[in-house]
């Protein structure tokens, strides 16, 4: 490794380290948020994530993202205000307003279907046929004829030459033929 991948690991390094350690605090320091102010825009950081970077991922294996899905509007501070009080006091509609405002996804949605096997069983459809008809067109036009030593009649003219010539006398072919009443044991 050369020194210089060796020193923008190390930064890596730092950067993560304290960018966690921040994250678990739930602020970025003046520097770290200019650096990923561009990504993050007005959201808030709410907590350390699944790798410790402040970027949103619906994964259901790891159900908390390290910040908001959306930005903080005026209609959801507001929200966030009034959740501070009772919960009964908020609609259902303000709920749902407020989870969508952390999440992009419910874990319903997120686990539902795609309907991408679809795509999936198409391709290796397609490929299973292309790889077919190339065998068939090899077969017709690229392949040579089969040879006539495949067919039935010279196996059976080759069996009774092996005979004949007494191939195999003690394990073999000829062990199995009685020559005495010229037919099989």
């Known amino acids: 490794m050369d020194r210089s991948r060796a020193v923008f690991l190390a ?11 921040a994250s678990h605090q739930g602020q970025l320091s003046p520097a770290l948020r200019d650096q990923y102010h561009p990504k993050l825009g007005n959201r808030d950081i709410v907590g350390y994530g699944w ?9 259901p294996e790891f159900p908390c993202p390290p ?8 209609e959801v501070l ?6 501070k ?5 908020l609609s259902l509609d303000e709920k749902k ?14 686990n539902a279907s795609t309907g991408e096997w679809k795509s999936v069983l198409a391709v290796i459809l ?8 190339l065998g068939i067109l090899l077969k017709k036009f690229v392949l040579p004829e089969m040879p006539h030593t495949i ?20 394990e073999g072919v000829s062990s199995h033929w009685d020559y005495e009443k010229n037919e099989w044991k």
């Open 151 to 170: 067919t039935r009649e010279w196996q059976e003219k080759q069996l009774e030459n092996m005979i004949k010539q007494r191939q195999g006398a003690v």
């Open 78 to 83: 507001a929200l966030r205000e009034k959740e």
């Open 51 to 59: 790798n410790g970077v402040p970027e949103y991922m619906d994964r």
């Open 85 to 89: 009080g009772d919960w009964k006091s």
């Open 11 to 21: 930064r890596s390094l730092i950067r993560v380290g304290a960018l966690s350690r």
């Open 97 to 110: 307003k407020l989870y969508r405002a952390s999440f992009r996804v419910t874990f319903e949605e997120m």
């Open 126 to 133: 397609f490929g299973l046929s292309v790889t077919g008809w």
């Open 67 to 74: 910040v908001r899905f959306g930005e903080n509007s005026k």
